[in-house]
């Protein structure tokens, strides 16, 4: 079972960037897909990127063109770069794995701790 373990967050002006890390503890080149997730308070949790085992991204409609999702396989590390942040966007950032269930990606009911991020106005 590969452990995922996030990294990156902080504090940050609206407008500044911050580039997180989701670290696995083994290959993630077999996984189906991987997906960045944030919850703020209140709030339930959302994908926000997502990337496939064969590249395709894909961004919640508040995020597109400024977040970007990346998988280095080599190195078992997926990337979530975010620019243009906004106060919105402070949230607990985690990472997350799927397989194809049906049709559809299903990801694991295991959390990992998370990194918080929190822009500020």
């Known amino acids: 079972q590969v452990q995922l373990v996030e990294s990156g967050g902080g504090l940050v002006q609206t407008g500044g960037s911050l580039r997180l890390s989701c670290a696995a503890s083994g290959s993630i080149s077999s996984i189906d897909a991987m997906g960045w997730f944030r919850q703020a308070p209140g709030m339930q949790r959302e994908l926000v990127a997502q990337v496939t085992s064969r590249g395709f991204t894909r961004y919640a409609d508040s995020v597109k063109g400024r977040f970007t999702i990346s998988r280095d396989n080599a190195k078992t590390t997926v990337f979530l770069q975010m620019n243009s942040l906004k106060p919105e966007d402070t949230a607990v950032y985690y990472c997350?794995?799927?397989?194809?269930?049906?049709?559809?990606?299903?990801?694991?009911?295991?959390w990992g701790q998370g990194t918080q991020v929190t822009v500020s106005s």
């Open positions: 997350n794995k799927a397989r194809i269930d049906r049709g559809a990606y299903s990801y694991d009911n295991y």
